[in-house]
C-alpha cells in the first residue's frame, strides 16, 4: 500500500511538472513537507480544468460527472484506483478539507460547460470556486490543523486566489473569447476592448493582490516562500499585462520569460531567508 500511495503521488508531482513550471517552482520553494500535499492539490485541480477546456470531441459532461462521483467515492472509501484522485482524497482525509471547497471547485467547472458570459453574481461564484477555494484547500494544508490560523488568513487566501484568476482571465483572453467563446469579465464586450474596461479590470485586481499580501505575510514559515514566490510570478505577469495595450492583450498570450521565473525564485528565497518580508 504504502509503495502504491507513492506513485499515486508521484504522478501527481508528474502532472504538475508538465503543466506549470512556474507552480512547480513555487512548490519547490516551500517545506518539504508541504511538497506531495500541494501537488495532490494541484494533479487534482489541473485535471478536472482540462476535462472542460481541451477535451474537445468527448461528451465532457459525462466525463466530468463521472470525475465528481469518483471523486466522492474515493473520499468516502479512502482509496482510488485513479492516481490523481488517490493522491487527492488522502489530503481531504488527512487534513480536513472541508467538502464544500471541492463542491464548489467543481460547480466552476461545470459552469464551463453551460456558460460563456458571465454576470457580476455568475462572476464572482465562478471564481470564488474555481480559484478561491484552491487556496482554502492549500491554506489548510500549510495550518496542519491550526483552524483559528485558517479562519484568520482563509479571506486573504481568497483574495490571493481571486487576483491569480483575474489575471489569468486578462492572460487568457485569446483562448477563451476567440477560441472557447467565454468571457468572464461581466459587462465587457471583447470586439470593443476599451483602455477603460482594461484599467477597471485592472483595478480590481490590484485590490486583491494588496489585499492577499497581508496574509502571505502571516503563513508559517514554511509556507511563505513558495506563495510568495507565486505572488511576484503574478504580479509580475500582472504587470506586464498592464503595460500592454488592450489589442495586444487580445491577440497574444503574455508570458513570464523562463529566466525571469528564476531571477524571482532566487530574490524571494533571500528575502525569506532575511527575513525582510
Known sequence: MD?????TLECSKLI???YSTSFTLGIKTLDKRFHLPIYAIYGFVRYADEIVDTFHGFDKKTLLSRFKAETYLAIEEGISLNPVLHSFQLMVNQYKIDHELIEAFLHSMEMDLYFADYNQDGYEEYIYGSAEVV???CLRIFCEGDTEMYDRLKDDARRLGSAFQKVNFLRDI??????RGRTYFPNVDFKNFTLED?????DDIQADFDAALRGIIALPQGAKAGVYLAYRYYLRLFDKIKNCPASKIQ????????FQKILLLASTYFQVRLNTL
Not at 509503495?3 to 506513485?7: Q, Y
Not at 485569446?174 to 477560441?179: I, M, N, R, V
Not at 482594461?198 to 485592472?202: A, G
Request: glycine share 4%; aromatic share 6%; proline share 3%.
Open 3 to 7: 509503495l502504491f500511495t507513492k506513485t
Open 16 to 18: 504538475t511538472e508538465h
Open 135 to 137: 487556496g482554502l484547500m
Open 174 to 179: 485569446k483562448s477563451d473569447f476567440q477560441e
Open 198 to 202: 482594461k484599467k477597471s479590470i485592472e
Open 251 to 258: 491577440n497574444e498570450r503574455i508570458r513570464v520569460p523562463d
